[in-house]
């Protein structure tokens, strides 16, 4: 700008001097009037302001035009950057962000001239973006001065800083819902998803300064192995078989194919029911809203996550305990065998059938289950819970907790026939139900106490091949079996603590510069529980346990409103982290208001809603683009 008014300054001097030996003479010239002395004064000043008036017009031209091509460069990079980034593409988005900032009329101009230009220079993608434009004299070109030509570029590339992000995936079953073109919504995702990981890595087989991890839930998550072994509690018969060798047989290690072992699934941290509405309010005591992890501090250890036996008598009182064939021992409207699973006898034998019952893991469950088929001292021979010393046992809550008492197999509804009773399968965990176009991957083999459990998520580190990513989507996510529900919160809180706590999930960053955080959690559904599987709230589990349990309300018609308000309060502690993460939300089908509500509060302005399989995979790129860190460097 300053060369260019120099330039027309320097022009309205010239034309000064041109016409100061004329001006000398009038002025000499005693003769001459009033009027042409003022005339011949006012042309050098007419001068003056038609150069200023042009040089700045031409500033504001050029100008402009640099806002064009800054924008354009950053909208052909974003687009240069997606999976489907084709010239004309491309081209397009540049076009569109440099004519929105720039008319083809502005300030008069004329020959506007658009040049995008898009390369890849070590692996990096460059856009470069260069516009020129004619503009035409005003005040000079009466002075003989002809149009300039102004000129702006700007160049765009991806200048990375660390980038640390966790990926929450839904992987509930209706996942297995088909959308547009047949395709379900779990292959839809799984597309999305690899878009996502590709624009990450930019054409790179990997990124040294990208960490990235994913998460599955439904109604759990899969975390227990990555957390310190204080975190968990071990339980007895399930995830530890201590006293096994007392009972003459040898169990089977979690690592070689114990059915009943424990996954790696949790329940949900300890808590105090109905937390207030308010999203900002803390809860004491509500442990599982926070950053810390079981067994921190007061922070009380996890349980893991168990599905127990689920066979319900068809009646609730003891009519035709000494009659086998009575209808009081049918059962009570339940997942297809699903979740009727009786602890392998032939595995364990009957001492260690008894041994594994009597543990707290399973006992409360019995429990529950068959006391109500005791009737009586005069007829203690037909009860299920049966006193160790042979005197009846009376129910309550003191016995229930003790440990003088067994269970009686032979009672129990039908506990030997193998059409109502199954040994748990081998599949414990889910394996890709649904996550193909495909009728055959559409149930999960069951029975198990892991009914339901995802597979384990991949923690946040660095320097991964995008391979790794890539399989890990392919082979590690899958709509499960559809039972009890969509619990947000589960993957949500989860998602946060192996995101921000890098002191224990920890990751070794490349630079010494603080990353940049995003957590991407994409869904499908409400967030509900739901007793439409097994027909009763007493059988259907979740990672709150029973429904029945009242862990979160003290009202089950309040459940559902106290897991959407957890979600809200948990979104609220991850925005006051000291380096909070920036938090993208894509609902892949319309939410109701209030979980609308709620996803906007967690993620103003990151909320992308979609409806179809060209729109999630938008979605994706979206986010991913924002996220690959383009800047404009010219």
């Not at 083809?104 to 101009?109: A, E, K, P, Q, R």
């Not at 543990?359 to 088929?373: K, M």
């Not at 192996?498 to 224990?504: A, I, K, M, N, T």
């Not at 996803?599 to 179809?612: E, I, L, M």
Request: one cysteine or more; aromatic letters at 10%.
């Amino acid at each position: 700008m300053h060369l260019l008014s120099r330039k027309l300054m320097g022009g309205a001097g010239s034309l000064c001097r041109k016409i100061g030996p004329q001006a000398r003479r009038l002025v000499a010239d005693r003769r001459g009037s009033t009027l042409a002395l003022m005339a011949a004064g006012l042309i050098p000043v007419i001068a003056a302001l038609g150069a200023g008036v042009d040089a700045g017009r031409l500033y504001l031209v050029k100008s402009q035009l640099q806002a064009g091509v800054d924008a354009a460069a950053l909208a052909g990079a974003r687009a240069f950057a997606v999976t489907d980034n084709s010239p004309a593409a491309r081209n397009k988005q540049a076009e569109a962000y440099f004519y929105g900032n720039f008319t083809s009329d502005y300030m008069g101009v004329s020959n506007l001239e658009l040049i995008p230009d898009f390369q890849t220079v070590s692996g990096i993608n460059v856009t470069t973006i260069t516009a020129r434009a004619r503009v035409p004299m005003t005040f000079m070109r009466i002075f003989g001065f002809a149009p300039r030509t102004m000129q702006a570029v700007a160049k765009a590339e991806l200048q990375p800083r660390p980038l640390e992000v966790m990926v929450v995936l839904d992987d509930t079953g209706s996942m297995k819902a088909n959308l547009s073109g047949g395709r379900t919504r779990m292959v839809a995702l799984k597309e999305a998803a690899t878009d996502f990981v590709e624009i990450l890595h930019q054409g790179a087989s990997s990124r040294r300064d990208l960490a990235m991890g994913f998460i599955g839930y439904d109604v759990t998550v899969n975390v227990g192995n990555l957390l310190p072994s204080t975190a968990v509690n071990k339980v007895e018969g399930f995830n530890s078989f201590a006293a096994a060798a007392h009972y003459g047989f040898t169990v089977p290690s979690h690592a070689s194919g114990n059915y009943l072992a424990w996954k790696g699934c949790v329940m949900a941290d300890a808590t105090v029911k109905d937390v207030s509405s308010n999203r900002l309010t803390s809860e004491a005591g509500a442990w599982d809203l926070v950053r810390s992890l079981p067994g921190e501090g007061s922070h009380p250890r996890v349980d893991p996550y168990f599905v127990p036996p689920m066979y319900v008598p068809n009646d609730i009182d003891n009519k035709g305990a000494d009659s086998p064939t009575s209808s009081y021992y049918n059962i009570r409207n339940t997942e297809p065998g699903n979740n009727l699973y009786r602890i392998d006898r032939s595995s364990f034998g009957e001492a260690g059938a008894d041994y594994l019952a009597a543990t707290e893991l399973y006992r409360q469950y019995f429990y529950d289950y068959y006391i109500r088929l005791n009737n009586g001292d005069a007829t203690k021979s037909d009860d299920v819970i049966r006193r160790k010393d042979g005197s009846y046992y009376t129910p309550s809550a003191a016995n229930r907790a003790a440990n003088d008492w067994y269970v009686d197999w032979k009672r129990i509804p039908n506990y030997y026939s193998s059409s109502h009773w199954k040994d748990p399968a081998s599949a414990t965990v889910n394996p890709l139900g649904g996550s193909v176009d495909s009728s055959s991957k559409n149930t999960t083999p069951m029975p198990s106490p892991n009914w339901q459990c995802p597979e384990e998520a991949m923690p946040v580190v660095y320097g991964r091949s995008k391979s790794s990513y890539l399989s890990h989507i392919t082979n590690q996510h899958g709509a499960i079996y559809p039972a009890n529900g969509t619990i947000h919160h589960a993957g949500l809180l989860w998602g946060y603590r192996l995101l921000v706590r890098d002191d224990v999930f920890t990751r070794t960053n490349p630079t010494n510069e603080k990353p940049r955080r995003a957590l991407v959690f994409m869904t499908d559904g409400l967030n509900e529980i739901t007793e439409s599987q097994n027909g009763y709230l007493d059988r259907t589990f979740t990672w709150y346990g029973r429904w029945t349990d009242l862990r979160i309300s003290a009202n089950q018609s309040n459940t559902e409103t106290q897991m959407l308000r957890r979600f809200e309060k948990t979104c609220a502690n991850i925005q006051r982290e000291t380096n909070p993460p920036e938090i993208y939300i894509i609902a892949l089908v319309a939410n109701s208001a209030a979980i609308d509500t709620a996803f906007n509060n967690c993620a103003p302005g990151r909320v992308y809603r979609t409806s179809s399989t060209d729109e999630l995979r938008r979605a994706f790129q979206d986010v991913a683009a924002e996220l690959v860190d383009l800047h404009l460097i010219q």
